[in-house]
Nanobody, 124 residues
Framework: QVQLVESGGGLVQAGGSLRLSCAAS????????MGWFRHAPGKEREFVAARSWKSDSTFYADSVKGRFTISGDNARNTMYLQMDSLKPEETAVYYCAASRTRYYSKRSSEYHYWGKGTQVTVYS
């Protein structure tokens, strides 16, 4: 069982930056991808970005390309999400997730382990 703990959320003005971290309790050979999702009130949970645990390949939702950067430190079992040029509509709870699926997916159903989330609030 892999436990994920997010940190780094907070309050930021529009146009500002935050860096989220996700620490995994253990590195397992069964994890192929780790990703970030967000859930805003009244909206469905949304894919943000993902990173291959094996090859460092990265994937982004169109809405965050060029502004967000996903990265990881495999030796520390940690993943990051650098968020720049934040917008008020990106206010949400951001979740870290890990997948045992061998191929990339942006569907939340393909992710098997989830953190409890960290709140990001962007004010104008």
């Amino acid at each position: 069982q892999v436990q994920l703990v997010e940190s780094g959320g907070g309050l930021v003005q529009a146009g500002g930056s935050l860096r989220l971290s996700c620490a995994a309790s253990a590195r397992t050979s069964s994890i192929y991808f780790m990703g970030w999702f967000r859930h805003a009130p009244g909206k469905e949970r949304e894919f943000v970005a993902a990173r291959s645990w094996k090859s460092d390949s990265t994937f982004y939702a169109d809405s965050v390309k060029g502004r967000f950067t996903i990265s990881g430190d495999n030796a520390r079992n940690t993943m990051y999400l650098q968020m720049d040029s934040l917008k008020p509509e990106e206010t949400a709870v951001y979740y870290c997730a890990a997948s045992r699926t061998r191929y990339y997916s942006k569907r939340s159903s393909e992710y098997h382990y989830w953190g409890k989330g960290t709140q990001v609030t962007v004010y104008s």
